[in-house]
């Protein structure tokens, strides 16, 4: 059974930063896009970036220039470095593991809160 494990959420002023972090078991990691999706309250959840298994990277306008993912497939693990938060930010941040013909699997979230 796969699982993914997010870590980093917080509390976090405007214009501050935060590293998500996320950690999968398993061994689907190296067969995998890895994304980091967001749920604001009473809205739909929303890619906010994504990063395939050769590193090419694609972002949602929302996060362009301010949040970069990575991946270290050593420790298989994705993460999301964002800055210059804004309090629409604020949001249950999901990690998406898409694995090439495998179903897709889903962490449990972690919240980020940016305070204005």
């Known amino acids: 059974q796969v699982q993914l494990v997010e870590s980093g959420g917080g509390l976090v002023q405007a214009g501050g930063s935060l590293r998500l972090s996320c950690v999968a078991s398993g061994s689907i990691f190296r067969i995998s896009a890895m994304g980091w999706y967001r749920q604001a309250p009473g809205k739909e959840r929303e890619l906010v970036a994504r990063i395939s298994t050769f590193g090419r990277t694609n972002y949602a306008d929302s996060a362009k220039d301010r949040f970069t993912i990575s991946r270290d497939n050593a420790e298989n693990t994705v993460y999301l470095q964002m800055s210059s938060l804004k309090p629409e930010d604020t949001a249950v941040y999901y990690c998406?593991?898409?694995?090439?013909?495998?179903?897709?699997?889903w962490g449990q979230g972690t919240l980020v809160t940016v305070s204005s």
């Open positions: 998406n593991a898409d694995p090439w013909r495998l179903p897709e699997v």
